[in-house]
């Protein structure tokens, strides 16, 4: 299994509401991230998981905040969120964390809209 | 972050040609990988170089690195209509972890 799912494929909240997206992968792979990415633009890192524990945070803004439950599970929680948040968010993984000389897996992305 | 940056922006040509991307970078890497995103959906990994390389191969994929010049090359040959989409390098270096802003091609039939 060399997939990346990612769900809801499509969400749409207003800015008072509390959501999450969620990412799963089964590839025994030991670190996952989240990306943001805005239209005809290139993915932007978010965050960082290595061995389940936080081990990059780019400064994003707390209305996100990530939890990494097990190796196999990568959450976003969204609260309060702007209407500029709207983007395709974009989570992936990889056998061990950058610096080694492993491929990112992506998963299809969870199309974000904030009214 | 900074970013890379990518030439050109968009590549238009005809099924069948062969369409060259350049990255280039700002600072020292280990790695520097290509990226294809078909419109909307996740990336897909093409390639991965290393600084002490100077040349991959995969298929129609052929990459260079020049690393005096902090650049990278994908050549695509004999284009196929199912090539377009959007590429990305991503340069892997101390730290950091950054995309280019990426080639849109488009393959006419």
């Known amino acids: ?115 | 972050s900074q970013q890379g940056e990518e030439d050109p922006q968009a590549l238009s040509i005809q099924e069948g040609e062969n369409a060259t991307m350049n990255c280039s970078y700002k600072t020292s890497i280990n790695n520097l990988q290509w990226y294809r995103q078909n419109s909307g959906r996740g990336l897909v990994h093409l390639i991965l170089i290393r600084s002490n390389e100077r040349e991959k191969h995969s298929g129609r994929l052929r990459v260079t690195l020049d690393t005096s010049k902090k650049s990278s090359s994908l050549l695509i040959t004999a284009s196929r209509a199912a090539d377009t989409a959007s590429y990305f390098c991503e340069e892997e270096g101390a730290q950091k972890l950054v995309f280019g802003q990426g080639t849109r091609l488009t393959i006419n039939p």
């Not at chain 1, 499509?10 to 670190?31: D, F, I, P, Y």
């Not at chain 1, 990306?35 to 945070?57: C, D, G, H, R, T």
């Not at chain 1, 939890?67 to 992936?92: G, I, K, V």
């Open chain 1, 1 to 115: 299994d060399t997939e990346v799912t990612q769900t809801p494929k499509h969400l749409v909240m207003g800015m008072t509401n509390k959501k999450s997206l969620k990412c799963e992968q089964h590839m025994g792979h030991r670190a996952m991230y989240w990306y943001k990415q805005k239209a005809k633009k290139p993915p932007e890192l978010m965050f960082v998981y290595s061995y389940e524990k936080l081990s990059i945070n780019e400064s994003v803004p707390s209305r996100f905040s990530p939890e990494c439950p097990n190796s196999s599970l990568l959450n976003l929680h969204l609260h309060a969120l702007q209407p500029e948040d709207s983007a395709l968010y974009l989570c992936a993984s990889s056998q061990d964390e950058r610096g080694r000389t492993g491929e990112l897996f992506f998963g299809e992305g969870s199309r974000l809209t904030v009214l």
